[in-house]
């Protein structure tokens, strides 16, 4: 169901409400997406291998966009509350956790993005003391990181190289690095929530979009778009987080279970999104007139080379940690083989 229908059959559970009702065994999961999307696709899974691992002692309870309410701040503040124990976190995450932002920087994963995948999830990196520190000392606990397919730009012009992008008006979500790449790239960024996007876009309030597919078919924004352009230069990420009090009060079973499921997930994870965004494109050609560009090595080089200064501008704004887990980050993208990156 896309969004704009959605409007009126939210069912924003009041969250004391949901406190008030939480039973030990229940494990809310909160998504920063709608049914159908990658995250519900990520959490059906999971849910099914955590009651089956648990014997039925534990029932995980999902959470779409919509459900919880509509603003993410309302989700990240449930999560350090603990009245949603588990969610996703990506983009909007940065002004909880600013290393986060770590996932929007652009150009620095392998081009394959299931060795994205078990690079983000290898206890090499999800591990590290920086990575868990930066959550940590937000009360969160990361458990694994999802990539939910490379971010596809949409514009209502034609977009090949930065001379192009210039003064564009583009939707980026709320995370200052995601602000400073694109305008690194010449363009002029703006935030607008998730749930206003379409109505934003229909009405010329923003130029341009990114997304992953399956999120430009699911959502209708590729219906107000004219161009839909693959520059392959990030995946979205989305960060699975726990409250940390809840997830250091489960068991050693527990958490041992979770890890194992997070592991199981990493290949799962991929499956469903690669599937999902190889539909949602089929549809997209299918049903909508957007023209679709691929841009060439050459045309991908120039907006390289424009996002590699932004490494240092995270480093300035998150400090240390922050630069642990890029250099960490850095170094496990190196040493995965034969690997060509973005
Ligand atoms: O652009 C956004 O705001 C949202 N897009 C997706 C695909 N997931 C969550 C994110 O916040």
Redesign the pocket.
């Known amino acids: 169901m896309k969004l704009r229908n959605l409007a009126f059959s939210i069912t924003a559970i009041s969250l004391a409400g949901m406190v008030s009702t939480a039973n030990a065994d229940t494990w809310r999961f909160g998504l920063?997406?709608i049914e159908g999307?990658?995250?519900h696709g990520y959490a059906e899974e999971f849910k099914k291998k955590i009651e089956e691992k648990s014997d039925g002692d534990v029932t995980v309870e999902i959470l779409p966009?919509g459900k919880w309410g509509s603003d993410?701040s309302t989700l990240y503040d449930a999560i350090q509350s603990g009245s949603i124990p588990l969610s996703?976190g990506?983009?909007?995450l940065g002004g909880t956790v600013p290393e986060s932002q770590l996932m929007s920087l652009n150009f620095i994963m392998p081009a394959d993005e299931l060795e994205t995948a078990k690079i983000l999830n290898s206890d090499a990196f999800m591990k590290s003391d920086a990575w868990q520190q930066a959550y940590r000392n937000r009360g969160l606990v990361p458990l694994a990181a999802v990539p939910?397919g490379y971010q596809v730009w949409t514009a209502n012009r034609e977009i090949h190289t930065p001379d192009d992008m210039k003064n564009l008006q583009i939707?980026?979500?709320?995370n200052s690095l995601l602000r400073e790449t694109y305008k690194a790239y010449g363009a002029s960024p703006i935030t607008i929530?998730?749930g206003e996007?379409y109505s934003a876009l229909q009405q010329g309030q923003a130029d341009g979009?990114?997304?992953?597919v399956?999120?430009h078919e699911e959502?209708g924004f590729y219906e107000v778009q004219d161009y839909m352009i693959f520059a392959k230069q990030a995946q979205?990420v989305?960060n699975v987080i726990a409250n940390q009090d809840w997830y250091e009060g489960l068991s050693d079973e527990q958490r041992q279970m979770i890890d194992e499921t997070t592991d199981e997930m990493v290949q799962v994870g991929h499956d469903i999104q690669s599937e999902l965004n190889e539909t949602r494109l089929d549809t997209i050609k299918e049903k909508g007139d957007i023209e679709i560009i691929e841009l060439s090595e050459e045309e991908r080089d120039q907006f390289r080379k424009l996002a590699e200064p932004v490494r240092q501008t995270f480093i300035d704004e998150v400090g240390e940690l922050g630069e642990q887990a890029l250099n960490t980050l850095l170094e496990q993208v190196k040493a995965s083989e034969g690997s060509e990156s973005q």
């Open positions: 920063e997406e999307s990658v995250q966009y993410y996703f990506s983009g909007f939910e939707r980026v979500m709320d929530s998730y996007l979009n990114i997304q992953p399956f999120a959502m979205f989305g």
